[in-house]
C-alpha cells in the first residue's frame, strides 16, 4: 500500500528574544494507508512542533518552516491555500491534542461543540448532527451522554475531556488521526478502551494514526511503525518489534532501561538518562545524545551521525552502527538482547 | 506504628450539577504516614483530584473530617491556616492550566517564596535557581515565560514552585504523567531523594501503575468516590482482592512485543456509570465480572480483609 502521509527533511524553528530554537531539525517519516506510527522522545524534542507543522497550526509570528515538504496524498500541504487546508482538517485530518482542556472551547456546551463541526463538514441539520454528535460520545465511552452533551468542558473530568475530544476529531471520518499524547491523562481501564477505539478505528475505517506517545507499552500494543525522536531529529526508526525488542541507538535503550519493573517485588532504584536534552537554542554539531550518552566515542562530539540501516527499514543514527566502530559488548549486556 | 500525618474520615464532597448532587468523594476514610507515600490510583472520574484539591484546601469539604498531626483542619486559626497553607502543597495534572502564562518562571516559583517570606534578594534568586536546577532545568530558564516550554519541562516547573515554600506534606496529581520516560525516572528519584533528605510526605496521585507500584509504600484505589482496596504495594500487585483492582493491573500495557509478555485482560464491560447516579450497594457492580446479588442490595463494608490490607467487596 502506498503512503498516505509523507515528511520530508523539514526543519522548523522559533525565533524567541535569546534567539532562535530550531525545534525540528530534518525529520523524514512517512505513515501508510491504515498503518499505526509511533513517535516516542523526550518531552521538548520536537514531536508537538512536527505534528503542528502538518496541521499548519504553527503560531504565524515568529516560527518559521525552513525547509522540508509534507505530502498529504500528493498534495504538499505547505503550499496549499489557506481555505483548502481548512477543508481538509475538517474533513480528511484531525487532531487530538495533549492538553484537552486548552484545545475545548471552555464556552461551550460539549455536545455543541462536537455538532458544530458535522454541521459545518457533512452538511448535516441541527438534529440530525445532534444525534451523530450523542452517538459519538456514547462510543467513545461517555456515560450517559444526553446528560453530558449539555456539560461545559469544566464540569468533565480529565479523562472524559479527552474523550470528548476524540469525539470531535473522530466526527467527520478523517484519514488520518494525528494524536499528540490521547492516553497520558488516563487511567489504564479507559487508556486500553480509548486504544482499542483506535484500533477499531484504523482496522474498520483503515484510518491512519500517528500516535505521540512517551508510554513504551502504548507504542507495543498499538504501532506497527516506530520513529524516536531527540532535539528535533530522528535517532532511530523500525518496526515496533525493532524498537523495543532489538534497540540500536543507546537513547532508545535507555528508554527501555529507565521503566520500572513491576514484576519484581524489590524495590530498585530506576535508571534514568541522566541530564537534559540540549538546548535547541544552539544544538550541539555532533550527536545531540553524546552529552548524556554511556558509549560516547570522539567522533561523536564531533560529528552528526548518519542513519546506519541496519537491518531491513531499521535505522539507527549512531556512530556504534559504523562498521568501523569498536563493537560493544556492553551494549548487549545492558538490556535486551542488542541483536 | 508511625505517627498518622493525615487522618481522613468520612470525607465527602459534592458538586451541585443542575439540581442534582455529584458525589466526587463520598465517605471516604484512610491515613496517610508521616513520611510515606501513599499512591492512588483509579478511574478518570473517580475523584482522585477533587480528593487532593479539598486536603490542600482548594474545595470545602461538604462533609467529614481533615485531622492534620492531630488537629482538625476546620479548626485552625488565621495563622495555622497559613502554616497549613505553605507545608500542605499541591502539584497539578495540568501544567498548562496551572501556570501564569504572563509571569515569568523565576516569579512563579519566587510567588510562594514571597507570600511567606522565606527569602529575598539575591538569596530568593539562588534558591529559585537550585530549585530550576534541581527539577532538571537550567538557571537561565528562570527569564523565560510558560509557553517557551513543552508540556514536561511546565510539570517540572510546577514541582520546583511547590517545593519553594518547603512543604512537609505534597499532594502531587499526576506530576509525572506528561513527561516522558527517562525524565520521569529522574524525577521520581528526586521525588524519593527529597523525601529521604527533607522528609516529606507524598499523596502520589497518578495513572501508570509500574511508576505508582515503584514509588509508594502504599496503594489505595478508588472508584467512582470511593475507596475499593487499600494495601501495601507489593501486596496489592501481587495479591488484589478487589475485581476492579484485578482488571486495573490487567489492563498495564507491557512494553514489549514478545507474545510471552502479554497477560490475560480483564476488559470491563459497560460505560461508568455517572457519578450524579451512581449504582445502588456496590458502586462497581455494573462492570464487576463477579456481581452478585447482594451487590446491588447492599453497599459492601470498607473492612480489613488481611492485616493492613482493606477492601470493600462482598466476596470477603
Ligand atoms: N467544579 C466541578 N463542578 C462539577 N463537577 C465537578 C467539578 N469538579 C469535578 N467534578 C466532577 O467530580 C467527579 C470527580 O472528578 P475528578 O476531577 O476529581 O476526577 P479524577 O479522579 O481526578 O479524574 P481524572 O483521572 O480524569 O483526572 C467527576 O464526575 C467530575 O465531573
Ligand atoms: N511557541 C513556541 N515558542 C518558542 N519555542 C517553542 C514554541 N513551541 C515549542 N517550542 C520549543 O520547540 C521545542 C519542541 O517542542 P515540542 O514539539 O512542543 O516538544 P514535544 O516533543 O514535547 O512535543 C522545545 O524546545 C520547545 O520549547
Ligand atoms: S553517536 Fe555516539 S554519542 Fe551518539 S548515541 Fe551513538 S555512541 Fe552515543
Ligand atoms: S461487591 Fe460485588 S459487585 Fe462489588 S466488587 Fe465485590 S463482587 Fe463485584
Ligand atoms: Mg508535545
Ligand atoms: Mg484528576
Known amino acids: 500500500m502506498g503512503n498516505l502521509l509523507e515528511v520530508e527533511k523539514l526543519k522548523v524553528s522559533f525565533r524567541s528574544h535569546g534567539g532562535e530554537v530550531q525545534a525540528v531539525r530534518g525529520v523524514s517519516f512517512h505513515i501508510e494507508h491504515g498503518e499505526v506510527l509511533a513517535v516516542v522522545g523526550e518531552s521538548g524534542c520536537g514531536k508537538s512542533v512536527t505534528a503542528q507543522a502538518i496541521m499548519k497550526l504553527l503560531p504565524k509570528r515568529g516560527c518559521s518552516i525552513k525547509e522540508g515538504s509534507i505530502v498529504f496524498e500528493g498534495n504538499d500541504l505547505l503550499k496549499l491555500s489557506a481555505n483548502k487546508m481548512k477543508r481538509l482538517k475538517g474533513s480528511q485530518i484531525s487532531m487530538v491534542f495533549q492538553d484537552p482542556m486548552t484545545s475545548l472551547n471552555p464556552t461551550m456546551k460539549i455536545g455543541h461543540q462536537i455538532a458544530e463541526g458535522i454541521i459545518k463538514h457533512k452538511g448535516l441539520d441541527k438534529r440530525k448532527a445532534k444525534g451523530r454528535a450523542l452517538e459519538l460520545l456514547k462510543m467513545v465511552g461517555i456515560p450517559n451522554p444526553e446528560a453530558r452533551y449539555d456539560q461545559y468542558p469544566h464540569e468533565l473530568s480529565g479523562g472524559m475531556r479527552q474523550r470528548v475530544l476524540i469525539a470531535v476529531a473522530l466526527a467527520c471520518d478523517p484519514k488520518l488521526l494525528i494524536a499528540d499524547e490521547p492516553t497520558t491523562a488516563l487511567d489504564v481501564t479507559i487508556q486500553a478502551q480509548i486504544l482499542d477505539l483506535m484500533k477499531d478505528l484504523q482496522q474498520k475505517l483503515g484510518t491512519s494514526i500517528m500516535l505521540i506517545t512517551h508510554d513504551l507499552g502504548v507504542v507495543a500494543e498499538m504501532a506497527q511503525k516506530v520513529i524516536v525522536m531527540y532535539a528535533g531529529i530522528v535517532v532511530e526508526s523500525g518496526t515496533a518489534e525493532d524498537i523495543l525488542e532489538h534497540p540500536k541507538h543507546p537513547y532508545t535503550l535507555g528508554l527501555l532501561n529507565s521503566l520500572p519493573n513491576y514484576e519484581t517485588a524489590e524495590k530498585e532504584r530506576l535508571i534514568p538518562i541522566e541530564g537534559t536534552p540540549p538546548d535547541l537554542y544552539a544544538p550541539p554539531a555532533g550527536c545531540p545524545f553524546a552529552a548524556r550518552c554511556n558509549y560516547a566515542m570522539e567522533i561523536c562530539v564531533q560529528e552528526m551521525p548518519e542513519s546506519f540501516e541496519t537491518e531491513n527499514g531499521h535505522h539507527s543514527r549512531c556512530w556504534l552502527n559504523d562498521p568501523r566502530a569498536p563493537k560493544v559488548a556492553e551494549f548487549a549486556a545492558a538490556g535486551r538482547d542488542g541483536t | 506504628m508511625t505517627e498518622a500525618m493525615l487522618e481522613v474520615e468520612n470525607l465527602k464532597k459534592y458538586f451541585k450539577v443542575g439540581k442534582q448532587a455529584l458525589k466526587a468523594v463520598d465517605e471516604v476514610t484512610f491515613s496517610v504516614k508521616k513520611g510515606e507515600t501513599l499512591g492512588l490510583v483509579g478511574e478518570s472520574g473517580s475523584g482522585k483530584s477533587t480528593l487532593g484539591r479539598t486536603i490542600v484546601g482548594l474545595n470545602e469539604p461538604t462533609g467529614g473530617k481533615l485531622l492534620f498531626e492531630g488537629k482538625d483542619v476546620r479548626n485552625l486559626n488565621k495563622k495555622e491556616r497559613k502554616n497549613y497553607n505553605r507545608i500542605v502543597q499541591m502539584i497539578f495534572q495540568d501544567p498548562h492550566a496551572s501556570l501564569n502564562p504572563r509571569m515569568k518562571v523565576g516569579d512563579i516559583i519566587g510567588e510562594g517564596i514571597d507570600a511567606h517570606r522565606l527569602a529575598s534578594g539575591k538569596e530568593r534568586m539562588d534558591r529559585i535557581c537550585t530549585l530550576l536546577e534541581r527539577v532538571g532545568l537550567h538557571a537561565e530558564h528562570a527569564k523565560r515565560y510558560p509557553h517557551e516550554f513543552s508540556g514536561g519541562q511546565r510539570q517540572r516547573i510546577g514541582i520546583a514552585r511547590a517545593l519553594a515554600v518547603?512543604?512537609?506534606?505534597?499532594?502531587?496529581?499526576?506530576?509525572?504523567?506528561?513527561?516522558?520516560?527517562?525524565?520521569?525516572?529522574?524525577?521520581?528519584?528526586?521525588?524519593?531523594?527529597?523525601?529521604?533528605?527533607?522528609?516529606?510526605?507524598?499523596?502520589?496521585?497518578?495513572?501508570?501503575?509500574?511508576m505508582v507500584k515503584h514509588i509508594s509504600d502504599r496503594i489505595g484505589v478508588m472508584y467512582l468516590g470511593g475507596f475499593m482496596e487499600l494495601a501495601d504495594s507489593g501486596d496489592l500487585f501481587s495479591e488484589p482482592l478487589h475485581p476492579y483492582t484485578q482488571a486495573l493491573l490487567s489492563a498495564i500495557p507491557v512494553p514489549s512485543t514478545s507474545k510471552g509478555s502479554k497477560r490475560e485482560r480483564i476488559i470491563l464491560k459497560g460505560d461508568p456509570p455517572s457519578p450524579i447516579s451512581p449504582p445502588s450497594g456496590c458502586r462497581f457492580r455494573t462492570r464487576c465480572p463477579h456481581a452478585m446479588d447482594v451487590c446491588a442490595s447492599a453497599v459492601p463494608e470498607w473492612k480489613e480483609v488481611r492485616p493492613q490490607h482493606w477492601a470493600a467487596c462482598h466476596l470477603y
Open chain 2, 166 to 210: 518547603e512543604p512537609k506534606f505534597i499532594v502531587a496529581d499526576e506530576p509525572i504523567s506528561a513527561l516522558d520516560v527517562s525524565i520521569q525516572a529522574q524525577v521520581v528519584n528526586l521525588m524519593e531523594d527529597l523525601q529521604r533528605d527533607l522528609g516529606l510526605t507524598f499523596l502520589f496521585i497518578a495513572h501508570d501503575l509500574g
